[in-house]
Each structure stands twice: as structure tokens, then as C-alpha cells.
């Protein structure tokens, strides 16, 4: 041992800070990826190979915070930038080239051939097998959709209104997106937007914590049937809203829990609706899902349907009896019987409207985003005994409730799901809605109308990007003049996490003092202009 080691206690050495924890830790507040990817970068003029360092890119913070910030702040700017436009977003696609000309033609030949093939009775395997493939050169070469509608037309039922919904004008809905403006006594102009909060109805009062005063009556089947469908009832809302207002309302929306668990929906909505008409619109607004019917449980715990290998269909295990597939059970709900659920918003929403760059406007997109780094079932977190049973209890009731035509729940009510496969479970389906993570809401957390800005996610990216290099005063890297590979564990140039950590955090550190060089700099050339601006 040599002189300057100074002998510590077990307990001492426990106090001291784990060197790769604080790697991590200075990663997150430089605001670097914690899991990089590692890429290899070959530069096809000179040979010149490179280790490049990417961004994970996950939009939780529990995997990676700094990712997740990012993608959060790239949905504020997505908000931001769409809420109070003043020109109707350019959504004109471009012309198509000669090149995707040319995939179309060669796929509308393959069909001529392959229906013509099919009507001859002939064997169509090899000509589908073309047509599959031009469909993905068709999205390779740039192209939206797809030429032919993937799924076979939707069965129809009727969408009559029910007596209990009160009727709502129409009006025909015109193109125009962007908010009216209004003009004040001092002749100044405005164009407010809308900050709204809808909720889901009552299921029995809750206390503050969000559980249930009385447990026993708290309405848990219909909090999990209305959370299942959430998604599909603001899509109907939106659609009501359009007719009743006559324009082409455009919204960012984010759905996230509130406290007693039940999803809530925060839209920025642009331009402007009253609070009466706002309570017109929702009492009209219904979803309606027409399935088979689950009050009687046909199967429970062990005993359960058993798949029929010859038959490839579910039997009762008893009788050998076929159950009624899918279409069969959806045919046999007669024109006298009641939707299989219903579900409404509930009575209490907030509406308030906002304008372009105010301190409310800031706050709202600051509310719009805030869980989004996180699941749904983070954002509040169980840690009393009354909210953990309220937790298990809504686990409970999502358990069997069926989460979609596919859930393996149907089984349990004597039906077979649709497209019917082995080694289904009532009550261990997989779907996303019936884990706790979710709370029965699966669906997408931010929801962006077509034409809020007029741009993709990665068009909202690639802004960011740009103006970044401008600031540096970098030109981008032409892509053409490189290729990308990604770097497998075996590989010799392969490095190990900890040390993609250590070259993240250095990479970061340096471009963040760049940035901050860069912006002096601006600054410093700035400031003879606004010296002179105050003189004058
Ligand atoms: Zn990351
Ligand atoms: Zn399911």
C-alpha cells in the first residue's frame, strides 16, 4: 500500500457515490440519451469510418429521461406552432413523380393480370405475391396509403339516433381551419383559440384522492367500458363539433388519467366555441358499441372453451358443441336490442379561450404535455391503502372485460373471438388496455388533427435541427455521401454501454458549450443594433 491511500471503513466506501451512477446522472442533466445506440459511419468519398453516437428516441422517462424530454418538447412545439395559426396549413400533396408513376402503372398491370388469372380459375398465389410486393415499393417510393382498401367493407348497422339524445343542428362543414378573428372598440384584432378539458361521467362520488366514497356502489363496469372506448367517443365528439360549428375544427389533444382513474381528454382546439353550444354538442354526443351481449358468463375459471384442431374453432368442452364464430354473434343482435355500451362524456368539462403567445397560452401547452413522459398509470401513483384497492379494483373489473373484436374474454361469454386462434384465455388476454400500465386506455396519448400545423412529427424534427445548425453556423452532412450501419455486440469496434455513456456525455458537453459560444456571439452582434434602436 502506498502513502497516499488512505485506509476507509466498509461503511465509509458505502457512502461513496457509485462512479457509473454518476455517469448516468451527468447524462440526464446534460441532457444526453442514457441507452445511445451505436452506429457505424462510412464516408463513401473518402473510406473514413466513424462511431456515431444516436439518441435512443423512447418517450418515457422511466427508460430514458432525456429522450423523453425531447419528445415532449417537440409536442409542445407541435402544439405551440398550430393553435393559433393565421393562414390555412399548406396540405397540398406534391405532384407525383415519374418514378411513383411508374410503380403504379406496373402495380395496376399485376391486378389486370391477377383478376383476370382469378376469373379464369387459375392459380393466383404468385400473382399476389406481386401485387404484395409492389405495395411496399409503392410506400418505398414515397407514397401515401395504399391503392386498394386493405379490409373488406365494413359491416353496417344502423346509426339511428336514440331517443335520449337531444338532435343538433347541422351545418355543412367548410375547409377552412383557421379561428375568426374579432376586432375590439380600439380596432385592434384577435383570433382566440380554446383550452378544453373533457371528463367521463360520474361512476359514484369520490373523495379528494380520487377513490370512491362508497366502493361498493362505485360503478367500476362502466368506468372500463368508457375508458375502452375513450378514444372512439372524442373522435365522434370532434366529428359533432365540425357539423355543429360548420368548419374544420383542427385540435392536439392529450388523454391521461386524473385521479380517480377515469381517462380526462386536454384539447387545444383552434378558434373558438361557447360554453352553451360546448354543452349542447357534448349532450348530443354518444358512442355506441354494438357487440354481443356479455351479461351471462357461460365459462369461469377452469372451464373454458377447448380449440378444435380439425375444425380450427373453439367447442364447449361438454357437448363438443361449435360456438358461435365472431360474424355469427354480431348477426345475431336482433334490430330490438340495446347497444352492448354507451358511452357519453360527463357533465362537468372546462372551456377557456386563449391567445396567441399569453401567459395562459404557455400554461395550457405546459398541462397538454406534462404526463406525456410518462405511462398512464404513472401519472398518479397508488400510495395510500384506500388507492391501491381502488387501483386492484379497476384492474379487476378490466380483467374480463373484452378490450376488441380479437380479446380472448369472449370465450368466457360462449363466443369466439374474431380471427379465432389456439391457446386463447379468458382473462389473460393480451391486450395493451387490460394491463395496469394502461388502465384500459391503449390507444395513442397525443392525438393531432390532420391539419393543426401541416406537419409530421419529423417535419416538426427536422425544424428543430435546422435551426440548431444554423445556429452553429454547421452545414448539414449531405446523407447521400454516407452510409449507416448499426453496430452488433460481436463486432471488434462494438463498445460496451458504459463507455457509449462516457463519449454521450463528453459529445454533449461539447455541444452544449458550442451552443452557448454561438449564442454569445449572436448576442454580442446584436447589440450595437438595439444600442442605436434606443438612441433613436
Ligand atoms: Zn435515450
Ligand atoms: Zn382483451
Redesign the pocket.
Known sequence: MTDGAIKTTRAQRLAMPLAREVVQDLAVEHGA????VQLRRTNLDTGDVEQVLV????TLAS??P???ERARTLRAAQCREGWHLEHEPVTDPDPATEDQRWWIQTRADAQALRDQAASAGQDIGDLDELVTELDDEITNAGMRGKVLPARPARRHRSTKRRQDAPDLPRRKVRSRTVGKTYTAPDGKTFRPSMFLTLTCPSYGRVRDDGTPADPGSYDYGRAARDALHFAALFDRFMQNLRRFLGYDVQYFAAIEPQRRLAPHIHIAMRGTVSRAELRRVLAATYHQVWWPSTSAVRFDGDERPVWDEHGCTYVDPYTGEVLPTWDQALDAIGSEDEPWHVARFGDRFDAQGVLPGSKDSARCIGYLTKYLTKQVADCHQASTDAEQAHTARFADALRFEPCSPLCANWLRYGIQPKNARPGLIPGACKGKAHTRDHLGYAGRRVLVSRKWSGKTLADHRADRKNWLLATLGVSATDPGRYTWEPVAPGDPDHMEHSRRLLHAVADRARWRAALMEARRRAAEQLEPESAIGKVA
Not at 440519451?33 to 445511445?36: D, E, L, N, T
Not at 439518441?55 to 423512447?58: I, L, Q, S, T, V
Open positions: 440519451c442514457i441507452r445511445p439518441p435512443c428516441g423512447h427508460v430514458c432525456s429522450c423523453a
